[in-house]
């Protein structure tokens, strides 16, 4: 059996590209990917029944896609945002990242989604697949080596697409670095813990194992029964003394 091809019009069709720049409050700024970087990605659906949608990625820790599945009606188009969250570069990974659209037509009645994307044979989806495309920056050191070609009068001005960031990616961009530091702080404060209740331990530990250095001698306890056995004997020596002067 033949597989369906993909009724959904996606835009771009093969490649998603990232553009590596972040926006600071001097304006463009190049970085290695240490901001996040959106994509957008179009689906419509020019057929006349409903079709769900879901994106899939070979990098799911890398990217934030919202949203990444839902129901598209006839006639209707839908904007993906793709994030692609800050990391360490490696070259090795380059054209690497690749997305995946599925789609299927939507069954009548009430159905449970979650359950139909489980069941449903791989045969019966249609799906489309985008690779990922990184735009690195125009190195330093080769701007440098030709510096005669810029001109000092009109300085190059990067320009960023109006869609180049998503404000509610970028604010939670923001809260997922926020909450990683608030981890990294828990983390550094639960080892700190852990630290003192080992001090507290060796030293219960020292205190059980060493003399109570502030209890009496052995010595000092005895001196009082001394004294005592010494007054008995003293009055009982002038008991018989005075009988026999008597």
Not at 91 to 96: D, T
Not at 112 to 138: A, H, R, T, Y
Not at 205 to 227: E, K, L, S, W
Request: hydrophobic content about 40%.
């Amino acid at each position: 059996m033949a597989k369906p091809e993909q009724v959904l019009n996606i835009e771009p069709q093969n490649e998603l590209r990232f553009r590596d720049i972040h926006l600071t409050a001097s304006g463009s700024v190049p970085g290695p990917f240490n901001a996040p970087v959106t994509s957008y990605m179009k689906l419509t659906n020019p057929s006349d029944k409903k079709v769900l949608f879901k994106i899939k990625t070979t990098a799911p820790k890398k990217y934030c896609v919202r949203p990444n599945s839902g129901l598209l009606e006839p006639n209707t188009s839908i904007e993906i945002a793709i994030s692609l969250q800050p990391f360490l570069f490696d070259p090795a990974e380059k054209n690497k990242h690749k997305f995946m659209v599925q789609t299927l037509f939507a069954p009548d009645g009430d159905v449970n989604l979650e359950q139909l994307w489980k069941e449903i044979g791989p045969e019966q989806l249609m799906d489309s697949k985008l690779k990922c495309v990184f735009e690195m920056p125009v190195e330093q050191n080769e701007s440098q080596e030709e510096p005669a070609k810029a001109s000092p009068k009109a300085p190059v001005v990067q320009s960023v697409p109006n869609n180049a960031i998503d404000p509610e990616l970028q604010k939670a961009a923001e809260e997922v670095q926020q909450l990683r530091e608030e981890e990294s702080s828990l983390r550094q404060e639960n080892l700190r813990l852990k630290e003192e209740i080992l001090q507290l331990k060796l030293a219960a530990g020292t205190r059980v194992t060493q003399p109570n250095r502030y209890a009496p001698p052995a010595q000092q306890q005895n001196i009082p029964v001394i004294y005592m056995a010494v007054a008995v004997i003293l009055g009982f020596l002038g008991i018989v003394l005075g009988k026999f002067v008597l």
